[in-house]
Structures are given as C-alpha cells and as structure tokens.
C-alpha cells in the first residue's frame, strides 16, 4: 500500500510571529521556516507503517514556493521515498486556500492512487483544520479525523481520535484520509547519512496547472492585528480575597 | 557564513536533538563524571559519529565544514559530549586515510560506538613536544612488542582500542615513530585511575601502561616511522573540532546570560536594560561570531584542498581564548549565582578552560601561526 502524506512549508514553531506593519499578513522575510509540526507526526507514521511492512512506499506532497523543496528533503531524510512539488507562484500561507490546497491534492491522489493518505490536523500558520476533511469529501473517502492512535488491518484502518471530553475509537475503510493529532507519535530526528541520502531521492515537480486547478483566493483577508497585550496582574492580599475575585470579577466559581 | 540548504539542515538537526537530549543532562553529568554510554548509542544511530567518514566506507560523507557546524552544536548542549564526537572523527580519519582494508573494517563498530577508541599520544616527558615519547615498539617475530605509558588519555578507562604513538626507531627523530592499533583488554594493558578535571567531566580520561604488549603485523597502521605525520595529517580537522566545540560553549553562555539579563531584576528593572550588563552581552556576541566564521572559514579551506594549518591555529586559537573571557563574563553576568554549582555558565566557565590547552596549547598555536607568517608571508 502507497501512503500519500502532504506537508507545508510554515514559520518555525519556535520563531516570535510579527505582523507586517501594514497589516496585510505576517512577515515572512528572513523568517526561519520548517515543517508543520502535525505534519511532521503524520511523515513519522507513513514510516513506522513502512517499518511494519504495512505501507510499501511512502510519497510526500507541498503546495507552495520553490523553497518547499526543503521541507520536502527533511521529510525525504526522516524517511520517506520520493516527493513532490506542486509550486505555486505565490506563498501557500497568504494565498493558496484549503479548499484549492484538496483538489491539488484530490489530483495527486488520482495519480498515485496511495492507500491512505496521513495529513496534519492542520497547519500551525493559519490553523484552518480543513484541508483534510474536504480532501475525503472531494474524493469520496471515508475520515477519520484528530488521530492520537492509529491501527491499519487488511482494508480498514482503527482510529482513536481526540475530541473535546474523551476518545472516540472509530473504524474506517480504505482508501482513507487520517489526520493526526500532537500524541500519534513522537517523529524521529533525520540521521546524518539519511539527510545525504536525500539529497538523490527523487523530487518532482508540477504546477496547479498540471491538475487544472485555480488557486486565486476566494476569500478576503481584511485585517491581521497582533494579539492583545497581556494586562499586568494584581497581588491578593489573602485566600479570602482571591477566593471573591475569583468569584465576583472572573465569574469561574 | 551562508550555509548550503543541507547544512542547514544537519545543524537544525543537531540543535534540536542538543537541546531536547544533550542540554538537561549535562549537568548531572558533570557532577557525577559519567560516561554517557546510552547517550552515544543514540547519537551513534543518528550518524552523529565519524561525520566525515566516506558513504562507500560506511559514514554519512559531510565536509569539514559540516562537522564543524555539528561539534558547535553538540557542544552547546555539553562540550564533553561533543569531544567524544571530535574523537571519532579523528580516529576514523585516520582509518580512512592510512587504514589497510582490514583496519578499516574497525570503522563500522566505531562509528556505532561498540568499540570505544582511545588516541594515545602524551606521556610525563613529552606532552606539546611529542618527539619525546619513550613508549616503544620493538620487533618480535612477526609482529611488536610495546612498553610505556600513555598519561592524559580520553577514554583511557572505558576504551576498547588505542591508537597509540610509539617509537620504533630510535635514532630517527620524528621519523622514528609509528602508530599502533593497540586491543586494550589484551595481556600487558594497565588502566590507571579515572583523572578528576576542572570541566568537561563526562570525559574519561585516564593513564594506560603497556608492559610487553605482543601486538601482530596487522596492528600497524600506515608505514612505520610515519606515525609523527600521519598524526599531522589529521591536526587541522582537529584544531576545527576543537575550536568549534569552544564557539559552541560560549554560544551556551551566551543564551544562558541573554535570558537572565532579561529577567533578573535589580533597582526595580531588568539587569539586561542596564548599560553595562548590555556591553558584555555584545561583547560576547560579537566575539562569538568572529570565532564561529574563523572557524567555517578554516573548515571551508581544508575542504577547497587549501593550506589550511594557519587558518586552523588562528582559528583554534582565538576561539579557545575567547570561550575562556567570554564564559567568564555570562557568569558576571549572573553575579553570585554565577559562581553556584548548578548554574550552566558556572560549568560553561570551567568546560571552557581546557580549549586553551588541549590540540596544542594556545602557545603553540601562536608559534604556528607565527612560523607561517614568516615563511610564507604576512599575506599568504
């Protein structure tokens, strides 16, 4: 079984996120990049199904820049077999929305037929968590969304998801799209001779075009502001003034 | 320096896996002088070890200057970890350039850190002067026999195999001696007590004594009477590892006295905002990153085939000097709590020392750069 597993290029985890004083967007310049965290999870567990002998090959996709190229490599070095770009002119994270991100993706699944497609429960750069589910609607194909546990048996896979208040263990049957959630699985650091072997991995590359797909934005962003700045605190004087402000002023006793 | 895209990915690599599984344990390493054997398993499986290793002889093939970025990184997470790194990478290029085939199959399990290597070459009586090893080999049979001692040896107590400089011909100088892969458990081999260091205390360092060691033919590695050059031969790599792992100290220091200038707080302000506090956090700064591109630029001279051994001794040199003054100045830093066992600049302060005094001593360094001045010329 083919293991199709989408990643993107977006602002490193650790980097201080500054908005561009026109308030357009973020600014991007000179900001370190790397890939989705969640995606990262989702490449680890394409492997570990290689490792096990369930998956035979594992293909990792970006939509983006020409620099994505790089996220791809990392994946290439945690593991996986070849990649594709699918470069856009413009930036993924300020243009190329969700639903124009599926059906590029929708067309890279119908070339590749893959088994399972493993994908992020969303990026960390816009948290839209929506790429994947109009993936499986597109395709027809069953969810299983929020994965922290992941079992994959003959034609169907088990998924146990995170939702608010508990686990919901669920069964799918493949073809099916699984998006993970932070506690999948802890991803491996790419080995040195792994990070020079990836270098001669294949990477292809492709255009929207290719798929005939349009990837102008339909929607509008009007206004990117910093969040509010954090009010200073107050020192109580005792356990029973907390206790009033606790119940007067914040309302949560 | 503008690093390719895989180099950036390596020291990405290497950061990350310092910070998450170098960095917390350093200091229950230093206090307790452990030799962190699941650590360099770990690190054995990510290619952390023997970096410059060819692909065809089983390494992952990076330049210098990737090694040099890697032994940074390590060492900010603890400067022992990233000598035993520097270690390796010494004992596999050696392997590498003067191995026979079957010496070379040693690399495989060095690399994975099964066979723990020592480099032997100090001893009382000849420590920066190396021509005055006494330790000898002396024909027997086939093969050699050795007698000596060997004093300051990096993992003289845990290792399994020395690299070990003896003289073979006494009449002939640097030209009379040899260097030997010595099987450490065989008959004659004596380990003095652990050392007990200022810094880089995770580091074993011990005494070895060979007493009629019976070594066979193949423990020879290159010529005999080669041992002095071919110990030259790898010198400039070292002197990058070293002065590499002294940037990646300072670097330590430098981030431990940025975040707590910025959240000390002393006549009702941040120290950081005071003028003073602000001056020796540039200092450090920029000092850092003159050694970080001394460094890559020595590193990027031995990988161009250039001559690199100026460039190395300046490079090792100011680098070591500098980790020394400016961990000195993140425990001014941080005052009185700068000075208490179990703050990191403390530590980073003492680990930096010995930068100056290991790979030839900063003196020598001096001497070396001098020499090349003039001979070669103030331009060259």
């Known amino acids: 079984m083919k293991v199709l597993v989408p990643v993107k290029r977006v602002i490193d985890y650790n980097v201080k996120v500054r908005v561009k004083a026109d308030g357009t967007g973020v600014d991007l310049a000179n900001v370190k990049m790397s890939m989705n965290p969640f995606d990262e999870i989702a490449v680890e567990e394409a492997i570990r199904l290689?490792?096990?002998?369930?998956?035979?090959?594992?293909?990792?996709?970006?939509?983006?820049?020409?620099?994505?190229?790089?996220?791809?490599?990392?994946?290439?070095?945690?593991?996986a077999d070849r990649a594709i770009l699918i470069e856009a002119a413009?930036?993924?994270?300020?243009?190329?929305?969700?639903?124009?991100?599926?059906?590029?993706?929708?067309?890279?699944?119908?070339?590749?037929?893959?088994?399972?497609?493993?994908?992020?429960?969303?990026?960390?750069?816009?948290?839209?968590?929506?790429?994947?589910?109009?993936?499986?609607?597109?395709?027809?194909?069953?969810?299983?969304?929020?994965?922290?546990?992941?079992?994959?048996?003959?034609?169907?896979?088990?998924?146990?998801?995170?939702?608010?208040?508990?686990?919901?263990?669920?069964?799918?049957?493949?073809?099916?799209?699984?998006?993970?959630?932070?506690?999948?699985?802890?991803?491996?650091?790419?080995?040195?001779?792994?990070?020079?072997?990836?270098?001669?991995?294949?990477?292809?590359?492709?255009?929207?075009?290719?798929?005939?797909?349009?990837?102008?934005?339909?929607?509008?962003?009007?206004?990117?502001?910093?969040?509010?700045?954090?009010?200073?605190?107050?020192?109580?004087?005792?356990?029973?003034?907390?206790?009033?402000?606790?119940?007067?002023?914040a309302g949560v006793i | 320096m503008l690093l390719t895209e895989m180099q950036e990915q390596v020291r990405d690599m290497a950061r990350g896996f310092a910070d998450e599984a170098i960095r917390p344990m350093a200091e229950a390493l230093d206090r307790d002088e452990r030799f962190p054997d699941e650590l360099y398993q770990e690190m054995a499986k990510l290619g952390l070890f023997g970096i410059g290793v060819p692909e065809a002889m089983g390494g992952p093939g990076f330049d210098t200057l990737t090694y040099s970025i890697v032994m940074e990184e390590l060492s900010r997470g603890y400067?022992?970890?990233?000598?035993?790194?520097?270690?390796?990478?010494?004992?596999?290029?050696?392997?590498?350039?003067?191995?026979?085939d079957a010496q070379r199959k040693l690399l495989a399990p060095i690399l994975a850190m099964q066979t723990k290597v020592a480099y032997c070459i100090t001893e009382p009586e000849a420590g920066t002067d190396v021509s005055g090893i006494r330790t000898t080999a002396e024909r027997d049979g086939d093969g050699w026999r050795l007698n000596g001692g060997k004093i300051w040896i990096h993992n003289a107590p845990v290792a399994d195999l020395g690299f070990v400089l003896a003289r073979t011909d006494k009449e002939a100088g640097n030209r009379g001696m040899s260097i030997f892969i010595v099987d450490l458990h065989a008959?004659?081999?004596?380990?003095?007590?652990?050392?007990?260091?200022?810094?880089?205390?995770?580091?074993?360092?011990?005494?070895?004594?060979?007493?009629?060691?019976?070594?066979?033919?193949?423990?020879l590695l290159g010529d005999a009477?080669?041992?002095?050059?071919?110990m030259m031969s790898v010198l400039d790599k070292g002197r990058v590892g070293i002065a590499s792992l002294a940037v990646g100290i300072a670097q330590a220091g430098l981030e431990a006295a940025v975040d707590y200038a910025g959240t000390r707080k002393q006549f009702g302000k941040a120290i950081a905002e005071f003028q003073g506090?602000?001056?020796?956090?540039?200092?450090?700064?920029?000092?850092?990153?003159?050694?970080?591109?001394?460094?890559?630029?020595?590193?990027?001279?031995?990988?161009?085939?250039?001559?690199?051994?100026?460039?190395?001794?300046?490079?090792?040199?100011?680098?070591?000097?500098?980790?020394?003054?400016?961990?000195?100045?993140a425990v001014q830093v941080f005052g009185g709590s700068g000075y208490i066992r179990g703050f990191e600049v403390e530590r980073l302060y003492r680990d930096a020392k010995i930068t100056q005094i290991y790979e030839g001593t900063n003196q020598i360094q001096r001497m070396i750069i001098a020499r090349e001045l003039l001979k070669k010329g103030a331009r060259a």
């Not at chain 1, 035979?56 to 945690?78: D, F, I, W, Y």
């Not at chain 1, 750069?125 to 609607?137: E, K, P, S």
């Not at chain 1, 790419?190 to 991995?201: E, G, T, Y």
């Not at chain 1, 990837?215 to 009007?222: E, H, I, K, N, Y």
């Open chain 1, 50 to 79: 290689k490792e096990k002998g369930i998956a035979t090959e594992v293909v990792v996709v970006s939509v983006g820049v020409k620099q994505a190229q790089e996220t791809l490599r990392t994946a290439l070095a945690m593991g």
């Open chain 2, 225 to 230: 009477g080669r041992g002095f050059h071919m």
């Open chain 2, 79 to 100: 400067a022992s970890v990233a000598d035993q790194c520097g270690l390796v990478e010494l004992i596999s290029s050696l392997l590498v350039r003067h191995g026979t």
């Open chain 1, 90 to 249: 413009a930036d993924v994270q300020t243009d190329i929305e969700p639903l124009a991100v599926a059906k590029l993706l929708a067309g890279v699944v119908r070339e590749e037929a893959p088994g399972l497609v493993l994908a992020g429960k969303q990026a960390i750069d816009n948290d839209m968590n929506a790429t994947g589910q109009m993936l499986a609607a597109l395709l027809g194909w069953s969810q299983g969304t929020f994965a922290s546990e992941l079992a994959v048996e003959g034609d169907s896979a088990t998924v146990t998801r995170e939702v608010d208040g508990g686990l919901q263990t669920i069964k799918v049957k493949l073809p099916a799209i699984i998006t993970v959630d932070l506690r999948l699985n802890e991803p491996r650091y790419a080995s040195l001779p792994n990070i020079m072997k990836a270098k001669a991995k294949p990477l292809a590359t492709r255009t929207p075009a290719d798929y005939g797909v349009d990837v102008a934005p339909r929607l509008t962003v009007v206004k990117t502001v910093e969040p509010a700045g954090r009010k200073a605190g107050v020192k109580v004087g005792s356990v029973d003034e907390l206790i009033a402000k606790l119940k007067d002023e």
């Open chain 2, 277 to 329: 506090v602000q001056w020796l956090l540039a200092d450090m700064a920029k000092d850092i990153e003159a050694a970080r591109l001394l460094v890559q630029s020595a590193a990027s001279k031995i990988d161009r085939g250039q001559d690199a051994t100026k460039a190395c001794s300046i490079a090792k040199c100011f680098a070591g000097d500098m980790a020394v003054a400016r961990t000195a100045d």
């Open chain 2, 187 to 219: 008959k004659g081999v004596e380990r003095g007590p652990k050392e007990h260091k200022m810094g880089q205390r995770a580091s074993q360092v011990g005494a070895l004594t060979f007493t009629d060691v019976r070594l066979g033919p193949d423990a």
